[in-house]
């Protein structure tokens, strides 16, 4: 765990201009030190995936899903920016607003999925509080309420987190330890969104007090902040998503909330040892040995064709190092870190149940 007191330095203004490390704007900073989740293996309840976008965040959450459910778990995979991800990531249709099993893990596992709407977790929350959804759906069909542009911003976000509480806290009496799921991933908006997004009840002070919008705030609130969730963060090795996860973890400490673990994805390994890369990154590779490698693979050797090769070797020796800079920078957040591979050939389904065979190995889940 960050020592406390030294969090708030660890934070970057960068973008910022004017505001002070450790405030965020819309995020009411709390007064307590930032509590982070434990360290892992994680056993939560409610693990939120974030980071910058196309870091790999969908992949991820499919990952840890499948890790979670291994061994016969039953795991709920939740995604809410509508753009229907996990259903390509598990190469099935697109998925109604209903939970639906989308994969099974090793040793009678399950994932079930379910894209969060925010029109339809709302006339779901009419229909079981108030038994309106039938007007619910009326309103909606004249028009009186434009529901994706009209809609506060907070509100809306009460609606998907509170959907996503909803199945942490779903019981279950003929399942062991009487609950529906498990354990519940949120496939959740990028680092730039996230600490607003889950500190719902801030998002909505100004405009309900009390009520059941505040209620449900409250509600979700208690859950984000509870020793049952790990805020997750997917980086690469590189300098914006490295910024962005480093200010990301100070704006999730900043609204109290728990920091979980890093997942470095997309890692490449060297392809020249530490010598080699030394030697490359100060030019000075051994030209006759390049040369001689080059014709061993059965190619001539030209002067062009080593030079150029040497250009490259030196290239990439410039990138390792800035990628042990990068780790560091990963290391120095405290948080267990976690890394899974660059694949070529992009990923698919088996790629999915490789890493998420790699999150357990590396003890992400217990
Ligand atoms: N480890 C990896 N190796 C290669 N490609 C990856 C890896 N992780 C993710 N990708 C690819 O990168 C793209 C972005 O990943 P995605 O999970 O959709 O990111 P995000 O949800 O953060 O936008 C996708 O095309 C995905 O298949
Ligand atoms: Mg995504």
């Known amino acids: 765990m960050a020592a406390a007191g030294s969090w708030s330095d660890a934070c970057s ?6 505001t002070r490390p450790g405030t965020v704007v819309g995020v009411t900073p709390q007064e307590t030190p930032p509590q982070d989740a434990p360290q892992g293996p994680w056993s939560c309840r409610l693990h939120v995936i974030t980071g910058k976008g196309g870091t790999g965040k969908t992949t991820v959450a499919g990952a840890l899903a499948v890790a979670l459910a291994t061994g016969g778990r039953r795991v709920l995979l939740t995604e809410v920016e509508g753009r229907q991800q996990i259903a390509q990531l598990f190469d099935t249709p697109p998925l109604p607003y209903a939970e639906r099993k989308v994969a099974s893990a090793p040793g009678g596992g399950e994932v079930f999925a379910l894209a969060i709407d925010a029109e339809e977790a709302l006339l779901e929350y009419l229909e079981m509080f108030y038994n309106l959804r039938r007007a619910g759906k009326a309103l909606g069909r004249i028009g009186a309420i434009d529901f994706a542009t009209t809609i506060a911003p907070g509100v809306r976000d009460v609606l998907l987190t509170g959907k996503v509480k909803e199945a942490v806290n779903r019981p279950d009496a003929t399942r062991a330890g009487g609950r529906a799921y498990d354990a519940v991933v949120l496939d959740a908006p990028p680092t730039g969104r996230i600490a607003r997004f889950l500190n719902v009840t801030a998002e909505v002070a100004g405009l309900a007090k009390m009520g059941p919008i505040r209620a449900q ?3 979700v ?13 997917v980086t690469l090795l590189e300098e914006m998503p490295i910024q962005e996860t480093v200010d990301g973890v100070c704006e999730l400490r900043a609204a109290g909330l728990p920091v979980g673990g890093v997942i470095v994805n997309m890692v490449r390994t060297p392809l020249l040892d530490a010598g080699d890369l030394q ?30 090769l040497a250009a490259q070797a030196a290239q990439h020796a410039r990138r390792v190092v800035l990628e042990t800079v990068q780790r560091r920078e990963v290391e120095a957040l405290g948080r267990p870190v976690y890394e899974l591979p660059l694949v070529a050939d992009g990923v698919d389904l088996g790629v999915v149940y490789q890493f998420a065979e790699l999150l357990r190995t590396q003890r992400m889940v217990g």
């Open 13 to 18: 203004s960068a973008g910022k201009a004017g």
């Open 217 to 219: 705030a409250d509600n």
């Open 221 to 233: 609130m208690a859950v984000m902040h509870s020793g049952s969730t790990a805020v997750h963060l």
């Open 279 to 308: 030697l490359a990154s100060t030019g000075q590779l051994d030209l006759e040995g390049l040369a001689a490698g080059v014709k061993g693979a059965g190619l001539r050797p030209s002067a062009e064709l080593v030079h150029a």
